[in-house]
């Protein structure tokens, strides 16, 4: 070992405890099974959260909030455990903007930062990506990314986390030529977690063509990818080239029910292989794309090579075949003894029943080729009535979590399942204290006690003013 090593390894023997016993002085201002609402630049709605957390156990929050009646930012809040032992407390970092609309960037004034995505990475720090629009429709938007760390390099938390972008409020452009349209991007990130890897592919759905009958809007999407790679201490990455990873993705609807919101949505993840999953949804109506059957909707699920080839592809379809398949969200662990994938989506009935239903399967693939098991269903109970909306899973080493927003005759719930190594299953509500929350965003984190632990945020009635929401925040023990 040279000498710089040798001084390297003494500064860590020496440094990270005394950093952590600092840390651990310091007043907390969250503990774990408490509900706070998260502070907002602004005084309007904050919502579409998502969430990640880092092998520290530190968390960041990132989400859009309405700055007027038509323009959205996007913000970040960030939380730090104050030591080893999680009783300790966590420290809330001040919140911080990342998309501001008004450096009127597109030159119109008509700016709007939103949707955004957030990745933990292998060194610790977090990958952020979001979309800026121009409202007036005259430019192409844009998907922007920054890196967010929230710790030193020997360990210890920083005082205000570090933002690398281009300037405040503004992230570095990934993309400029594709058209959000009815999609609106949604960009998501698979990022890789081999220790010290700062890299990722950001995923997003460009608007090929848009033709209107009488009856139905027929609509095709590509699907594209960007990989990024971010060397340690340096403030840009390096990005790769635009590829196109599926095409002619269908998603039609009849004109007498529109959609609402954003279409395909891919969710991506980086398997135990460094395989790259992808989950987005697809509706097709007659005659398109040679297709004359009923209306057919699908969750569709892609793997690709480190090349980015297909290996696998996966159709799921839910009760009824000419219902909407709507939102999926997928989750692994590069922790568990598998290459286990879990998997979960709406099955939306447009019909004046207006049934909602939650489907979760698991699917185990081969690590180094394609194949993979035949899909499991995970249960799921039903029998309460008709409204589970937004599935969302997370998957750590030691644990596995899903959810739904449920809609009681009285209240709206957010009931999710976990399910521990070798123990049963557990179900419970993970917002009894508010009586609308909606949107949950989740990852776990397993503790070296075989513990795990939730964080999740979802959105809910704003304390100050009730007809607004704001983003909320519960870190929770699974067992």
Same mark, same amino acid.
């Given at each position: 070992m040279n000498a710089s090593n040798s001084m390297m390894q003494f500064l860590l023997h020496v440094l990270v405890p005394l950093l952590?016993?600092?840390?651990?002085?310091?007043?907390a201002d969250y503990y774990i099974g408490d509900t706070i609402e998260l502070n907002t630049i602004g005084n309007q709605s904050a919502d579409h959260a998502a969430i990640a957390v880092n092998h520290f156990g530190d968390v960041i929050i990132v989400n859009h909030t309405s700055v007027n009646s038509t323009k959205k930012a996007v913000e970040l809040n960030a939380l730090a455990p104050l030591g080893e032992t999680r009783s300790s407390g966590y420290k809330l970092f001040n919140t911080r903007l990342l998309g501001d609309p008004t450096l009127n960037i597109f030159g119109v004034g008509n700016d709007s930062c939103s949707k955004p995505d957030v990745a933990s990475m292998g060194d610790g720090s977090f990958l952020v990506v979001w979309s800026r629009h121009d409202l007036s429709g005259n430019q192409p938007s844009r998907v922007e990314a920054c890196k967010i760390i929230t710790r030193h390099i020997y360990g210890g938390i920083r005082t205000h986390v570090q933002i690398l972008s281009t300037r405040a409020g503004e992230g570095i452009l990934l993309d400029d030529t594709s058209d959000s349209g009815d999609a609106g991007f949604m960009p998501d990130i698979a990022s890789y977690k081999g220790a010290g890897v700062a890299k990722a592919i950001v995923v997003f759905a460009h608007e090929q063509s848009v033709?209107?009958?009488? @009856?139905? @809007?027929?609509?095709?999407?590509?699907?594209?990818?960007?990989?990024?790679?971010?060397?340690?201490? /340096?403030? /840009?990455?390096?990005?790769?080239?635009l590829v196109t990873l599926e095409t002619n993705i269908p998603v039609d609807n009849a004109n007498n029910s529109p959609y609402s919101g954003g279409l395909v949505l891919p969710d991506a993840v980086i398997d135990d292989a460094g395989a790259l999953t992808i989950a987005y949804e697809s509706y097709?109506? /007659?005659?398109?794309?040679?297709?004359?059957?009923?209306?057919?909707?699908?969750?569709?699920?892609? !793997?690709? /090579? @480190?090349?980015? +080839?297909?290996?696998?592809?996966?159709?799921?379809?839910?009760?009824?075949?000419?219902?909407?398949? !709507?939102?999926p969200m997928i989750a692994t662990s590069d922790k568990d003894a598998t290459n286990m994938l879990v998997l979960g989506w709406n099955d939306i009935d447009d019909s004046s029943l207006g049934v909602h239903r939650a489907h979760f399967r698991t699917v185990t693939f081969n690590e180094n080729t394609s194949g993979y098991t035949t899909p499991e269903v995970i249960p799921w109970d039903e029998s309460f009535g008709n409204k589970d909306d937004l599935a969302n899973v997370a998957m750590s080493?030691?644990?596995?979590?899903?959810?739904?927003?449920? @809609?009681?005759?009285? !209240?709206? +719930?957010?009931?999710?399942?976990f399910k521990s190594t070798h123990l049963p299953t557990i179900t419970k509500d993970f917002a009894p204290n508010s009586d609308r929350p909606w949107r949950p965003a989740m990852s776990i984190h397993d503790l070296p006690n075989s513990r795990s632990i939730s964080y999740l945020s979802f959105e809910g009635p704003a304390t100050s003013d009730p007809s607004i929401y704001r983003i909320h925040l519960t870190i929770q023990r699974l067992r």
């Open positions: 952590l016993s600092l840390n651990a002085n310091a007043q033709v209107t009958s009488f @009856t139905n @809007t027929f609509r095709e999407y590509d699907l594209m990818g960007k990989k990024i790679h971010w060397p340690l201490g /340096s403030s /840009s990455p390096t990005l790769g080239p097709l109506i /007659s005659p398109h794309q040679w297709y004359f059957g009923p209306p057919r909707g699908s969750i569709q699920l892609r !793997r690709y /090579s @480190t090349d980015l +080839s297909r290996l696998d592809e996966i159709e799921f379809n839910g009760h009824g075949l000419d219902r909407h398949q !709507r939102r080493g030691q644990s596995r979590l899903i959810m739904t927003t449920r @809609t009681l005759p009285n !209240r709206k +719930s957010l009931n999710g399942a």
